[in-house]
């Protein structure tokens, strides 16, 4: 059973949800280096996150029962063309071991959440559409937008944490997040 704290962390025996903190970064860069390898920064959406801060409040991670690191999300500020404001998720990745403890739903529940709460208006997204669906995220949400590079369009999907918020928005998605104060290093 997954319990809401007041903090807004989410545990279950076998891990808990809480912010990212500065110690873990090496804990983080290695778990999506093990999920998604060296081909993770030459993505579209890296471009849109490269040298920024993630939003505030949501930049998540997950703790196995050891204490040791074993998911993580983000989400970052970005202007979606003129539907304004939004947030684009990603990259959402879990440890190879962990991978049927739920933690992948419990991590977007928060964020999602969390992101509502903050009175964000809509998140996008470019991943697996049938995972990211029972999320009510939709490729009909980014049919007018763009990301700047290549993007399977089956992958780019939107959500409205406000209703509409996405409807009939069109143009270019760009990065609009504080950039990072200090380059950080492995």
């Known amino acids: 059973m997954i319990h809401v704290r007041p903090h807004l962390a989410v545990a279950t025996p076998a891990f808990h949800v809480r912010d990212e903190i500065d110690t873990d970064f090496v804990a983080r860069e290695a778990l999506l280096d093990a999920a998604f390898g060296p081909t993770r920064f030459a993505k579209t959406c890296e471009r849109l996150r490269e040298g920024r801060r993630p939003a505030e409040g949501l ?27 939004a947030l684009m998720l990603g990259p959402i990745a879990i440890d190879a071991e962990a991978r049927s403890l739920g933690l992948g739903g419990a ?40 990301l700047p590079g290549p993007v399977d369009r089956t992958r780019f999907l939107g959500l409205d944490l406000v209703d509409g918020a996405l409807s009939g928005a069109s143009g270019m998605v760009e990065a609009t997040g504080p950039f990072e104060a200090i380059a950080r290093a492995a």
């Open 59 to 85: 930049a998540l991670v997950a703790e196995g029962a050891d204490g040791r690191l074993i998911g993580t999300v983000r989400l970052w500020h970005v202007e979606a063309g003129s539907a304004g404001a």
């Open 107 to 146: 991590l977007m529940r928060v964020a999602i959440d969390r992101a509502r709460r903050f009175g964000h208006r809509a998140i996008v997204l470019v991943g697996d559409a049938p995972y990211y669906t029972r999320f009510d995220f939709t490729p009909e949400a980014t049919l007018g937008l763009d």
